[in-house]
């Protein structure tokens, strides 16, 4: 029982007509079809249509969806409604145009983006989206500047920072992320072919040291608003003509800028491990060049913006590029570890025939300790091909 009433195929229309916004962009009386596309960990999702235009309504369940016995706050739709409309307006055109917010449904209405597709479900079939991670880079930038002291100035920063507090679901990242693979836990899931490989990997000093350094990094660095969960099922990809779009913002908090770039990298890592499983050598290679791509299109987007920044005497660009870089490098061992360790697996990984998983999942742990072990050292990123392919460099 709720306490608020959760939206169905059945009540969607009349929920649509009972909301002015969203009445005026479809016209009055006029939805014709509902689709309910709900397929993330938590929340209810439908695709709304009128004929000729749509949109897309997010209901966020007072639970996690796929374990209904474990509650997570209904706020983050309210999270995610503010961070949608800051990015719009410092990343127009790289996230969803956000139609509406009901604070008391628990819903926000955003762009029907169904001519796109989900980028890990591209990534996994093979196939390449030119300029996807470029355009992610850009997103992290402009989001990274607009939204932190550097583009706000030191009062409407702090401003930002009281307003955007999202707590409990930074909680779930904390625990998730940084803990729970590296304790016994519930959550954890490891197949028996893998448990040496874990053992080895949370029982390395080095790395339990790093994680711990990143976790403090994650609670501590309120730099920007981040997107705070940017792998690559968060991202939207068209290619004709060429659309890149982030979504699913409800755990986005004031965080540092390294925590979404690491995000993309430690996908790009389970990616790239699968394409090795299956032995498209080509594909993985060309997944972990996207690294690469995202961090280059990051850096000059960011220092094109850096001349316009609020306050000249805070920060300098070089250092400042050089601990982002190093906060992404920790990140992108931990995103790749807990998808293979714990809660909320990836099919990157779980959709691998069961004789290639364990291979993978072995080869992961080992880039996530080669980047743990060597922070943002030279050449990192280039060696972690030849660890997931069982080398030892
Ligand atoms: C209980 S939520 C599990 C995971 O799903 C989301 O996508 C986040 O990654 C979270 O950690
Ligand atoms: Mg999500």
């Known amino acids: 029982m709720t306490a608020y009433e959760l939206l169905s195929v059945e009540t969607v229309p009349a929920y649509v007509e009972s909301r002015p916004a969203l009445r005026d962009l479809l016209g009055p009386g006029a939805v014709t079809s509902v689709r309910e596309?709900?397929?993330?960990?938590?929340?209810?999702?439908?695709?709304?249509?009128?004929?000729?235009?749509?949109?897309?309504?997010?209901?966020?369940?007072?639970?996690?969806?796929?374990?209904?016995?474990?509650?997570?706050?209904?706020?983050?739709?309210?999270?995610?409604?503010?961070?949608?409309r800051v990015h719009n307006a410092v990343a127009p055109g790289l996230v969803p145009e956000i139609y509406d917010a009901d604070p008391a449904r628990h819903v926000v209405a955003i762009e029907d983006l169904s001519d796109h597709r989900v980028w890990r479900g591209a990534l996994n079939e093979g196939l390449r989206h030119e300029g996807v991670a470029a355009d992610l880079g850009r997103y992290v930038a402009r989001v990274g500047f607009g939204t932190s002291v550097f583009g706000l100035g030191a009062r409407a920063h702090k401003a930002a920072v009281a307003a955007s507090v999202n707590p409990e679901m930074c909680e779930i990242t904390e625990d998730l992320v940084f803990t729970?693979?590296?304790?016994?836990?519930?959550?954890n899931r490891i197949r028996p072919a893998n448990e040496r490989d874990v053992a080895d990997y949370v029982g390395d000093p080095r790395v339990r040291a790093a994680i711990g350094t990143a976790k403090l990094t994650f609670m501590t660095h309120a730099e920007a608003l981040v997107h705070g969960d940017l792998h690559t099922g968060s991202v939207l990809v068209r290619d004709e003509p060429r659309s890149t779009r982030a979504f699913d913002v409800e755990f986005a908090f004031y965080g540092p800028l390294g925590f979404d770039l690491g995000a993309l990298w430690g996908n790009y890592v389970l990616a790239a491990a699968r394409a090795l499983a299956l032995g498209d050598e080509a594909h993985a290679s060309w997944v972990l060049g996207l690294a690469q791509e995202t961090w280059e299109a990051f850096e000059e987007e960011f220092t094109r913006l850096w001349p316009g920044?609020?306050?000249?005497r805070v920060g300098e660009l070089e250092p400042y590029l050089t601990k982002v870089y190093g906060d992404a490098i920790a990140v992108a061992a931990a995103k790749a570890a807990r998808r293979v360790i714990g809660y909320a697996g990836v099919s990157d990984i779980d959709t691998l025939p069961e004789d290639l998983r364990a291979g993978a999942v072995r080869g992961v742990l080992g880039a996530a300790r080669l980047l743990l072990v060597e922070g943002g050292g030279p050449g990192v990123l280039d060696r972690v091909g030849g660890v997931l392919a069982g080398k030892n460099l």
């Open 37 to 84: 596309v709900s397929d993330g960990n938590l929340n209810l999702v439908f695709v709304v249509g009128n004929g000729s235009r749509g949109l897309v309504l997010k209901q966020a369940l007072p639970y996690v969806r796929v374990d209904p016995t474990w509650p997570v706050t209904a706020e983050r739709n309210g999270y995610e409604a503010g961070a949608l």
């Open 180 to 187: 729970e693979p590296y304790v016994t836990h519930e959550h």
């Open 309 to 312: 920044r609020a306050d000249p």
